[in-house]
């Protein structure tokens, strides 16, 4: 567990010997914060662009982000991310549409022309097909 000093900004690690410096755990608490090192992580803007962000920084836009699925661990997973609506817009401008599902079964409306494109079959493999 690491502490921030409220005053100075110092980051220590926490060890035992701190306590020796106060009397009790309010008098530490005063001069002393939990720290919690800032976390990196990726999001997809409006544009289709990847942008990082600290959640230290922007605790209230990762909230939002966290709602809606739009955080990323990596530049690589937002990439994907994005490669994925590129891919379902890609279907929807080709006139595809979800029809519903049923237990583990989804079901698409194809005509035989989506069928037959292999485009639209390589779109959803990289929707539904590969790893997440």
């Known amino acids: 567990?690491?502490?921030?000093?409220?005053?100075?900004?110092?980051?220590i690690i926490l060890i035992d010997h701190i306590f020796d410096n106060y009397k009790t755990l309010t008098e530490l608490s005063e001069e002393w914060e939990d720290y919690e090192e800032p976390k990196t992580e990726f999001y997809i803007t409006a544009w289709g662009d990847i942008r990082e962000y600290t959640?230290?920084?922007e605790r209230f836009a990762f909230k939002q982000k966290l709602?809606?699925?739009?955080?990323?661990?990596?530049?690589?997973?937002?990439?994907?991310?994005?490669?994925k609506l590129k891919a379902w817009k890609r279907l929807?401008?080709?006139g595809f549409r979800f029809d519903g599902f049923v237990r583990d079964v989804i079901y698409f409306n194809l005509d035989e022309e989506q069928i037959q494109n292999?485009?639209?079959?390589m779109d959803?493999?990289?929707?539904?097909?590969?790893?997440?």
Not at 1 to 11: A, D, P, V
């Open 1 to 11: 567990m690491k502490l921030r000093n409220k005053k100075t900004g110092e980051i």
């Open 55 to 57: 959640t230290e920084n």
């Open 67 to 83: 709602e809606i699925g739009n955080y990323f661990s990596s530049r690589e997973e937002a990439e994907k991310a994005v490669e």
């Open 118 to 121: 292999k485009s639209v079959l």
């Open 92 to 94: 929807k401008d080709k």
């Open 124 to 132: 959803l493999d990289l929707l539904f097909g590969g790893e997440e």
